[in-house]
């Protein structure tokens, strides 16, 4: 969420801001509620005091013995309470509606990032490795699996429809592998404390870390009940402080976290459909972070940096690239994508998002820390980031060390997960 001072303080160069977001900048509801919401307080103040001091009238007129002029105030003073009831109400029905029109708000763009609309504008950072040379044409990693008998396509899409996946034998033992790996290097070398999290959980968490209530038709809820099957461990771990005030000794939090990952792709009908690129339900191990104002830009950078650690060992090639304002998510201030190569594709694509957002999603769940005893509390910056998407890592590998004769090479960092496994090859 935004601060509301700033938006009251400056509307013209906050909607020029969140123009760069995609938003219509137009904040003239939500200036009206402010509006509202003051002319309300102030008339339920100034009839509190009018009660107030005509209830003083009432015992003074009894006391000079005028009983029958203090009946008459006191039977007009005993309908009043009903306006004022009505205008708390009133007062009421303004704040929801603000607090509404205030979530639907995207965070704004750190000065940092590129301005632009879609990913045309973004700006690649960095490489690192070369993408392999083939003397072959490269097959793609759903072809690489089902011969390897490491994934069965057609017999998910028997079970749970499209947008699914069977791992066997090796395949399955591939992603545990890569899931262990992950949280070792993380916890052992990063300094991240592994969190084992529930996987539903309730709308005031989603809301806290803004998946509500703009991208409700993502989430799978349960039916009749406040609970969501999670659309990245981010929710729950950022949480873990929601309504919290920390200490500033107590920064930075850093927690990592394996969990499946549910999401109904609204919106990406026709996208990757072939293979594990775009699943509804998929694995991830995701990096939270919660500190200070001070540093978060500078913990960032080290987020990033964790997560490609996780492709270094493996051997992948892959870029960083930071997102134009509207490529972000909705959270975040800025971005860096990490995009790992895929060789069927002869391009780039996804692996992990690494995010700051900020005091966008403290505001929303209430997560604080104070720099000292006695001091006001601040707002907690927030920053998350995959570490990484454990599906799309077992396919890079797949078309990356692929050889001639359809076998595979293991990555040498693996082996030793996989009881020393040099090679998978065909059944």
Same mark, same amino acid.
């Given at each position: 969420m935004l601060d509301p001072d700033r938006i009251r303080r400056d509307p013209e160069g906050t909607a020029e801001r969140l123009r760069d977001r995609g938003h219509s900048? $137009?904040?003239?509801?939500?200036? =009206?509620? &402010? %509006? %509202? /919401? /003051? /002319?309300?307080?102030? #008339?339920?103040?100034? !009839?509190?005091?009018?009660?107030?001091? /005509?209830n003083r009238e009432v015992g003074a007129l009894y006391r000079a013995g005028e009983k029958e002029a203090a009946d008459r105030l006191r039977a007009e003073l005993a309908r009043a309470p009903d306006e004022v009831s009505e205008k708390e109400a009133r007062m009421r029905s303004t704040e929801q509606e603000l607090e +509404?029109?205030?979530?639907? !708000? *995207?965070? !704004?763009?750190? %000065?940092?990032? *590129?301005?632009?609309? $879609?990913e045309d504008a973004n700006q690649e950072i960095r490489r690192a490795g070369s993408p392999p040379a083939f003397d072959f044409e490269p097959k793609a990693h759903h072809e690489l699996g089902a011969a390897l008998g490491m994934l069965d396509l057609p017999r998910a899409a028997k079970l749970s429809g499209s947008r699914f996946a069977v791992l066997t034998g090796a395949g399955a033992r591939l992603e545990r592998a890569l899931i262990q790996l992950m949280l070792d290097v993380q916890t052992k070398e990063r300094g991240y404390e592994e969190v084992w999290l529930p996987f539903l959980v309730g709308s005031g968490a989603l809301v806290g870390t803004g998946q509500l209530p703009k991208f409700a038709d993502d989430l799978f809820k349960a039916e009749g009940r406040d609970l969501y099957l999670i659309p990245t461990a981010e929710v729950p771990l950022t949480n873990l402080h929601a309504g919290e005030t920390l200490s500033a000794d107590e920064l930075p939090k850093r927690y #990592?976290?394996?969990? *499946?990952? &549910? @999401?109904?792709? #609204?919106?990406?009908?026709?996208?990757?459909? +072939? =293979?594990?690129? @775009? +699943?509804?339900? &998929?694995?991830?191990v995701e990096l939270v972070k919660v500190t200070d104002e001070e540093t978060s830009f500078d913990e960032l950078e080290g987020l990033t940096r964790d997560a490609e650690r996780i492709l270094d060992l493996l051997g992948l090639p892959y870029r960083v690239v930071l997102l134009s304002t509207g490529d972000m998510g909705a959270a975040a201030t800025k971005t860096y994508d990490i995009e790992v190569w895929l060789p069927s594709q002869g391009t780039y694509r996804e692996i992990s998002s690494c995010s700051n957002c900020g005091d966008y999603q403290a505001r929303r769940a209430r997560i604080r820390y104070r720099r000292a005893p006695g001091e006001k509390a601040r707002f907690c910056h927030t920053l998350n980031g995959s570490g990484l998407a454990v599906g799309r890592t077992w396919l890079a590998i797949l078309e990356n060390y692929q050889q001639a004769d359809g076998s595979v090479t293991v990555p040498e960092v693996l082996r030793p997960y996989l009881d020393g496994l040099e090679t998978w090859r065909p059944a």
């Open positions: 900048g $137009d904040l003239s509801g939500i200036l =009206g509620l &402010f %509006e %509202e /919401r /003051r /002319r309300l307080q102030a #008339a339920i103040s100034d !009839l509190r005091a009018t009660l107030k001091a /005509r +509404q029109s205030l979530l639907e !708000l *995207p965070n !704004l763009a750190h %000065e940092s990032v *590129p301005a632009g609309v $879609d #990592a976290a394996y969990t *499946p990952c &549910f @999401r109904a792709e #609204a919106g990406a009908h026709g996208k990757d459909t +072939q =293979g594990l690129i @775009r +699943q509804h339900q &998929f694995d991830k």
